[in-house]
């Protein structure tokens, strides 16, 4: 049974970030669990928007450099990288304040370009992921607790759909108005392919109501982390008492 780790968690001020995050690694083994020295890291956040700075619509920037600085002090070489639908990863990220800790740690920031790759499904054998994604010795999934109008939910595995690139996401939410539950097939057999080795999951402050951009910041309180994406969503629809028939990819 995969190990699931959930603590309390309340703040983004760089010191208790950094207990809350060391803390919720403890019982996978810690960040040298996952990173060796010389791993290259793709960090994957969620940079879906720069148009709500403030509306927790994006995984933290203090996340980010958190989970950054624990990747280097292991040895590891980290970079982080997203496709958002409109934009650049660069610009969604400079308008959520991402520039000073990227100047700081010398962390690069990638575009992801896609390249299509055969997975295990039939009704998806050929899917059109980020190659940077897949190329990355380390996969660290970063998503943020967020409502979403379609999905219900969007947590670690929606989160990885910013592995595809942003015009293949376009087509996929028009694919999601006429079938959630095959949208929701799509973005697990994403999350098989990317199999990303952490998920650390962001729900001290969520987003709730019009999600995944148009809600509002809901305090949670609450931090995960799992070397298994799928059993991390699970335990975290629990703690926050949502049905898991409703989330298409918890239910796929």
Same mark, same amino acid.
């Given at each position: 049974?995969?190990?699931?780790?959930?603590?309390?968690?309340?703040?983004?001020?760089?010191?208790?970030?950094?207990?809350?995050?060391?803390?919720?690694?403890?019982?996978?083994?810690?960040?040298?669990?996952?990173?060796?020295?010389?791993?290259?890291?793709?960090? +994957?956040?969620?940079?879906?928007?720069?148009?709500?700075?403030?509306?927790?619509?994006v995984t933290r920037p203090e996340l980010v450099r958190c989970v950054a600085e624990l990747v280097i002090a292991a040895g590891g070489k980290p970079f982080f990288?997203?496709?958002?639908?409109?934009?650049?990863?660069?610009?969604?990220? +400079?308008?959520?304040?991402?520039?000073?800790?990227?100047?700081?740690?010398?962390?690069p920031v990638v575009e992801f370009h896609g390249k299509r790759y055969e997975t295990a499904s039939e009704n998806f054998n050929h899917l059109?992921?980020? +190659?940077?994604?897949?190329?990355?010795?380390?996969?660290?999934?970063?998503p943020k607790v967020k409502s979403h109008v379609q999905l219900t939910m969007t947590l670690g595995v929606k989160n990885l759909f910013g592995c595809v690139p942003g015009k293949m996401k376009a087509w996929w939410h028009m694919e999601a108005g006429k079938s959630a539950e095959r949208f929701g097939e799509m973005l697990v057999e994403t999350a098989?392919?990317?199999?990303?080795?952490?998920?650390?999951?962001?729900?001290?402050?969520?987003?709730?109501?019009?999600?995944?951009?148009g809600g509002e910041p809901k305090l949670l309180g609450v931090l995960g982390a799992s070397g298994d994406?799928?059993?991390?969503?699970?335990?975290?629809?629990?703690?926050?008492?949502?049905d898991a028939h409703l989330v298409p990819t918890a239910a796929a």
């Open positions: 049974m995969p190990t699931v780790s959930l603590i309390r968690a309340t703040s983004y001020a760089t010191d208790r970030l950094r207990e809350s995050v060391e803390a919720v690694l403890a019982p996978l083994g810690g960040i040298g669990a996952f990173v060796k020295p010389g791993d290259r890291v793709l960090l +994957k956040p969620n940079l879906l928007t720069g148009a709500r700075p403030t509306k927790e619509c990288g997203d496709s958002p639908a409109f934009g650049s990863a660069m610009g969604v990220a +400079k308008s959520n304040g991402y520039l000073p800790m990227m100047v700081e740690l010398d962390l059109l992921l980020s +190659k940077e994604a897949i190329e990355a010795d380390v996969v660290i999934n970063l098989r392919a990317i199999s990303p080795n952490l998920t650390i999951i962001d729900g001290i402050i969520g987003h709730e109501g019009n999600g995944p951009s994406v799928f059993a991390l969503d699970v335990a975290m629809l629990e703690v926050l008492n949502v």
